[in-house]
């Protein structure tokens, strides 16, 4: 294989949607690629995936399917089971030779999808779209995502995280083989890409706003995926309980120590007239300790159990001759 394999001369991108009671949307959406993709010199197809909408969605798909079959393909979950399956399910029955993975609410800007396959031509395999700050976003949905992102990169040593970087990114046909690899269950799509590595190149956009409908993510769910994503790329909360018991400890056995040499043996000659309940809640604390330390000493076998269920690849090869 050669050192940056081109991408073929008429290559086939595939659009993965993932929607959830989108029936508002869908119809002006899929025109919407229908003609941003009309006399370009690329085959395209559109897998959407149906999350368990509640709405007319499903039907609107199959008559998209019924008139437009060469290009409109779907799958319909038989419940909700959230965007991260979705888009699994999606990157999974995809054909194309590069996949871009975008909303199917209007938000995702198809003008950035130019640049992206422009990245993607000229080499990258992973075209990550990154959030330009919007003006109209809350004040708390600001702080929160730019709390995590600093929490993330603070608890995360092995992987560069790029604040704002968003599910909105065109991947590589070799990419999705591996990634479609990859069965850990509990999964936040992106941070499993940013995870297998390759060329990455990062494209800014400005979301729009809904076509029509309702965001599906509440703040609970968001807040609930931001700690799930914490959790899944850091084991250093676990570790820090070891630390913070190691810290106890120390300090209680020392003051331990300096209370009993001062009351008993030196007959206190600094008058600090320390109470058996004193000393007694010195040993508490020293108890309280150890109690954490060895919590720690589980944490380390907790987190060997951890990775071992993520049961992820040992490596990821990109190139070989
Ligand atoms: N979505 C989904 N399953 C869900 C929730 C959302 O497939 O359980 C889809 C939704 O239809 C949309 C995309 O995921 O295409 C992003 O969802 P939404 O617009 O609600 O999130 P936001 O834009 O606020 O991040
Ligand atoms: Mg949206």
Not at 197 to 206: E, L, M, N, Q, S
Not at 239 to 248: D, N, V
Not at 285 to 310: N, P, R
């Amino acid at each position: 294989m050669s050192k940056h394999p081109s991408p073929p001369s008429h290559p086939l991108i595939s659009f993965v949607i993932p929607l959830h009671n989108e029936a508002s949307n869908l119809e002006w959406h899929y025109k919407h690629i229908v003609e941003f993709m009309h006399g370009k010199p690329l085959a395209y197809e559109l897998r959407y995936v149906d999350d368990g909408s509640k709405d007319a969605s499903l039907d609107i798909l199959k008559k998209l399917h019924a008139q437009d079959p060469s290009h409109v393909h779907y799958v319909s979950f038989s419940r909700n089971f959230g965007k991260e399956a979705a888009t699994s399910a999606g990157l999974q029955s995809a054909k194309g030779d590069a996949m871009v993975i975008m909303d199917g609410d209007g938000q995702h800007p198809l003008e950035t999808v130019d640049t992206f396959i422009a990245q993607w031509q000229a080499g990258a395999q992973v075209v990550i779209g990154v959030r330009e700050t919007n003006q109209k976003e809350g004040v708390v949905a600001k702080t929160g995502s730019k709390t995590f992102y600093q929490l993330l990169k603070m608890l995360d040593s092995d992987q560069e995280v790029v604040s704002k970087s968003t599910d909105f990114r065109l991947l590589d046909r070799q990419v999705v083989d591996e990634f479609n690899k990859l069965t850990e269950r509990n999964r936040i799509a992106r941070n499993l890409i940013d995870w297998l590595g390759f060329r990455r190149a990062f494209v800014p956009f400005h979301a729009l706003e809904r076509h029509g409908g309702e965001p599906a993510y509440s703040f609970e769910k968001r807040f609930k995926l931001a700690l799930d994503g914490l959790i899944k790329h850091s084991t250093k909360p676990l570790k820090f309980i070891g630390g913070l018991g190691f810290i106890i400890a120390t300090l209680s056995a020392f003051a331990a120590i300096a209370v009993i040499v001062e009351t008993y043996l030196l007959g206190d000659p600094l008058n600090l007239s320390i109470t058996g309940t004193g000393i007694l809640a010195l040993m508490l604390s020293f108890m309280v300790g150890i109690v954490l330390i060895c919590q720690g000493l589980l944490a380390l076998y907790l987190e060997d159990v951890f990775h071992e269920t993520q049961n992820r690849p040992l490596f990821i090869i990109n190139e070989k001759a």
